[in-house]
Every structure is written in C-alpha cells, then in structure tokens.
C-alpha cells in the first residue's frame, strides 16, 4: 500500500523554466491538496481540491496552476519558475475533511 | 491576521518536564483540529486529532480545545529527547475542505 506518492523527490530549475510535479493516493480519498514549507516555517497551501472535479486557490496560489486528472491525481504546475518558489512541495490527501491528512514525501525544488 | 497562529519557538523543555504547545485559530466554525510533528527532512506525521471542547489524552500526549477562545493545546508529559521536533497545529475549515496550518512551534528536549 503505497499511499501518497509524489514525483519526483528532487528537481532544480532555472528561472523562467517550467514543470509539473505529480502527485498520486492509493487509498481512494477525496480531497487532495498541495502545500510548500519554506525553511523554518510551517506548511502554507497553495491549491486543493475537495473532490474530482473541483479545484480552489488557498493561502498561496500566485505562479500555480493545479489539475485533478482523476480521483487518484493531482498535479501541480509551475509555469514559469522564480527564486521565490524554492521550497518543500507535499502532496496529501484526506478521505473526509474530519479526518487526519496522508502526507507524501516532499518534493525538493530549487530553482536558481 | 494569520487563519492559525503558533509561537514559532524554539521552546526548550528539560527532558521529564511537560512541554506546553499552544495554538490560536479566527474561523469561529472550524471543527476539526489537528497537532502534526515534523522531524527535520520529513514528511508531518500525525500526533493528536480533536474535535470537541474539553481534554483528549492519548498516551503522553493531550490535546485541549477550546472553541469559545478559539485555541488548541498540545500537551506532552515526561517529554523526551525523541519528542524534539517541530510541532504544526492544522484547523479544518467549515467553508469548504480548507485545512490551514499554523508556522509550527520548535521543540527541543534538553536532557
């Protein structure tokens, strides 16, 4: 049961570049979201989306775009990468919203 | 005014002493609350959910809510050096599927 499972874990971009990181749960929940973790700071959402279908902005969406492909995946873009967007991005996703978040493992960006 | 405030730390804790975390939140409806700890270089793993007012103990671990003040507390007994880590208080948001977090709380346990 792999769970939460985002790609890739690791990636440098030069400014101006863009990319997509993906992100995919196995445990058939509803609700998936995106968030950043600058160092030293706490997690910040960017998008989410409460079910197949829909997709809403959170604390954070300047320089983002998302897409709920399916049930299973949620991916998010970066169009055209800043310094500013050098972070930690996790994936995760919840069944009900009452019910504890499933994190993934964090993809690393650096964008120089 | 952030939706989920917490006191950024570091907060030192001697080791056997109870660590003490706190958490302020402005929607009035939110309904569930969560305390997250997050090693360094990893992903959140979930310590205590609460969903009513009043105390929930699991363990060394008890969370308080009180939705008239609008806090949440984490309480960590007979705290440990394994329990450094840093604490993210999360809040489910009554508008829609929106959980927001708070900037985490740094927990070092001095021995």
């Known amino acids: 049961n792999a769970g939460v499972t985002q790609t890739p874990k690791f990636q440098v971009l030069k400014t101006g570049q863009s990319m997509t990181l993906q992100c995919a749960q196995d445990?058939?929940?509803?609700?998936m979201y995106w968030y950043r973790q600058d160092p030293g700071m706490g997690l910040r959402l960017i998008y989410y989306?409460?079910?197949?279908?829909?997709?809403d902005k959170g604390e954070v969406p300047n320089g983002y775009n998302v897409s709920r492909l399916n049930k299973r995946e949620f991916s998010l873009r970066l169009e055209s990468a800043a310094p500013s967007q050098t972070s930690v991005y996790f994936c995760?996703?919840?069944?009900?919203?009452?019910?504890?978040?499933?994190f993934g493992n964090g993809t690393r960006l650096t964008v120089t | 005014q952030k939706e989920v405030e917490q006191n950024s730390g570091p907060l030192s804790v001697p080791e056997g002493a109870i660590a003490s975390l706190n958490c302020t939140y402005s929607?009035?409806?939110?309904?569930?609350f969560f305390w997250y700890r997050q090693y360094s270089g990893k992903s959140p793993e979930l310590i205590m959910s609460i969903y009513s007012n009043g105390d929930k103990e699991d363990g060394r671990f008890t969370a308080q809510l009180n939705k008239a003040s609008q806090y949440v507390s984490l309480l960590i007994r007979d705290s440990q050096p394994s329990d450094s880590a840093t604490y993210l208080c999360?809040?489910?948001?009554?508008?829609?599927?929106?959980?927001?977090f708070g900037s985490g709380t740094r927990l070092s346990i001095r021995p």
């Open positions: 929607d009035r409806v939110s309904q569930s």
């Open positions: 989306s409460a079910s197949e279908g829909t997709t």
């Open positions: 445990m058939n929940h509803n609700s």
């Open positions: 999360a809040v489910t948001y009554s508008s829609a599927s929106k959980i927001i």
């Open positions: 995760a996703s919840v069944n009900k919203k009452e019910t504890p978040l499933h």
